[in-house]
């Protein structure tokens, strides 16, 4: 292995791809009050998720904050000591202070081992949007592609990397100030579903609102089907709030309109479902443009 390959928690990846790829994971945190919520596990016993969105339903209010500085200097040393080096991709920075406090503690790391490549990229990205990022990263490295090819193309492709998702609970894009409380009450009555994506800076942004769940559902493929690069060869990620046959259906209709045949489907984690809710289902692909 030619370099080691950081991300964190955001990019929703589960324990098990972490250890397929050698992936180092830094855990974002969440919590429930005082008590800390885990932020990624395995998906043999996806119990430990399911109560976090039970919890939601119930809903119960789940706090998130970023890696901190600390914790990365604490990181990046220990490798940077044992001779690697590294490529640190990270959350947004549009929604998260992880990039910022990464690329400071990189910068301090350099000064100590200033004969270590030590990269951080921020993917503007997050959950499996991220994990995909990291997908792009890990398939370069296994191709032999140095520490520095490797950031170079992370860096001009970034912004490929697409985002399509919806939301079934409208509560929680009002928390967040996606909607406002009166467009929730009334997005809810009469089933309006929003459509969002993330931009170019790495925020999340509503597009466009559809009457219905399967409507929403089919307009994400919609919008895959207007950007993505050879639809059909590509993998594709998707993610999802505790709504597994969603997901499924989601996976049903790109099979079906575009012939792919790759996926890999993981829960949205709390880091991210705090904030998106039950129900949630996004998904992700190269593109042209975002």
Sequence with gaps: MSFTIITDTGSDLSTEYAKKHSIVMAELKAFSGEDPIPTWGSLEDPSWIKDVYARLRRKEHITTSCV??????????????????????SISSGISATYGFAADAAAHVREKYPERK????????????QGLFVDFAVKLRAEGKSVSETYLWLDENRRNVCHWFTADDLFFLQRGGRVSIAAAIAGTMLGIKPVLHVDNDGKLIPMEKVRGRKAALKALVDHMEQTAVNPGKQKVFISHGDSLEDCKYVEKLIR?????????????????????????IALFFYGNER
């Design 68 to 89: 901190n500085l600390e914790e990365f200097e604490t990181m990046f040393e220990k490798l940077a000591a044992e001779g690697s080096d590294f490529i640190c991709i």
């Design 256 to 280: 079906e309109r575009f012939g792919t045949k790759e996926f890999v489907v993981d829960y949205i984690k709390p880091m991210i479902g705090a904030h998106s809710g039950p129900g949630c």
């Design 118 to 129: 030590i990269y951080v990229v921020d993917s503007l990205s997050a959950s499996l949007g």
